[in-house]
């Protein structure tokens, strides 16, 4: 069966507009669900009078990433649901090989490999990975050459920047956590249903490009506050403070990305975020880690990976 796909917006016409011209070029169609955040520049008449076979959901706010995703798979759609960033463009075989890829594999959740949209061959994102002792997450692949797709091995889960997952699945672990406004909702998705058994797969030959943090800005003030929050939450629900060994990495780790954020962009805006995430898990029940898919990620790969975000 041909997926859905879905695009959550805000305020990125131009980005969205190419993201749907590149949908419309596919060599296998699908229906495509936009689901517009509240835009003020004219998503929704851009998308009605020069996409009109398109599907769009307009909601009266910004709900945030998952909660507009959630609304919209709930109300539209059928088969495999393939999420999309507004600021990713897909190479035209890009829906028939990851749909491949999840009928060769059996697996509920697929990654693509997005490149970054410099032309320079190098990898933005191949999905996630994470740390199995802190949740400390990173896009698989990142800084790599193209080539390295071919060999690599399974992420923990799909980037929600391009991925597809069984609907079957998705649904019944109640899709994405409403709690968590942006960021991190991917990784949480991912554990989530690794619990439940399900598998990733890389789709290697599914690529695109991507423009990171299009939305926000990669430094924003704003950015590091939600995901701080998310950061928080996350931490606090994974129990990832309860052993000795979990909690020391974790703050080594926490602090140096805050003091970074304090000293490079003079903003203690992640800090603050941490807080109220933490605060917000406080009457949630605890979440299982998954035995399977998480990896150990030394305090040097770490400090690199988070380096290379702050250049």
């Not at 805000?10 to 070029?25: C, I, P, Q, V």
Request: proline share 4%; with cysteine; net charge neutral.
């Amino acid at each position: 069966m041909k997926p859905t796909a879905y695009i959550p917006t805000l305020n990125g016409r131009d980005r969205l507009r190419l993201a749907l011209e590149s949908l419309r070029g596919q060599t296998l169609g699908c229906e495509v669900v936009v689901v517009d955040n509240g835009s003020s520049d004219g998503t929704e008449e851009m998308v009605a009078d020069d996409f009109p076979e398109f599907r769009l959901i307009a909601l009266d706010h910004n709900h945030g990433f998952g909660r507009a995703l959630n609304h919209a798979i709930a109300e539209v759609g059928e088969g495999p649901i393939l999420l999309l960033n507004n600021d990713v463009v897909l190479e035209p075989d890009f829906v028939s090989n990851i749909c491949r890829t999840a009928t060769d594999t059996g697996a509920e959740m697929v990654a693509s490999v997005l490149l970054r949209d410099d032309r320079t061959g190098i990898i933005d994102s191949a999905g996630i990975v994470a740390d199995a002792q802190t949740l400390m997450a990173f896009d698989f692949l990142e800084g790599k050459p193209e080539a390295a797709a071919a060999e690599a091995a399974d992420p923990l889960g799909p980037s929600g920047g391009a991925a597809l997952f069984g609907r079957l699945a998705f649904e019944r672990i109640g899709g994405f956590d409403p709690e968590i406004f942006a960021y991190y909702e991917d990784l949480d998705l991912a554990l989530r249903m690794r619990v439940q058994g399900c598998t990733c797969a890389l789709a290697r030959d599914a690529r695109g490009t991507h423009t990171r943090s299009a939305t926000l800005g990669n430094h924003s003030a704003e950015k590091y506050a939600i995901t701080g929050w998310s950061r928080g939450y996350l931490m606090r629900r994974y129990g990832v403070m309860n052993s000795l060994t979990g909690a020391v990495r974790a703050l080594a780790f926490e602090s140096f990305v805050c003091l970074g954020q304090v000293l490079i962009e003079h903003t203690a805006s992640g800090i603050r975020g941490r807080i109220k995430g933490w605060r917000a898990a406080g009457s949630m029940p605890r979440r299982q880690m998954p035995a399977s898919g998480l990896t150990r990620i030394s305090a040097r790969t770490a400090i690199r990976e988070r380096l290379r975000r702050l250049s």
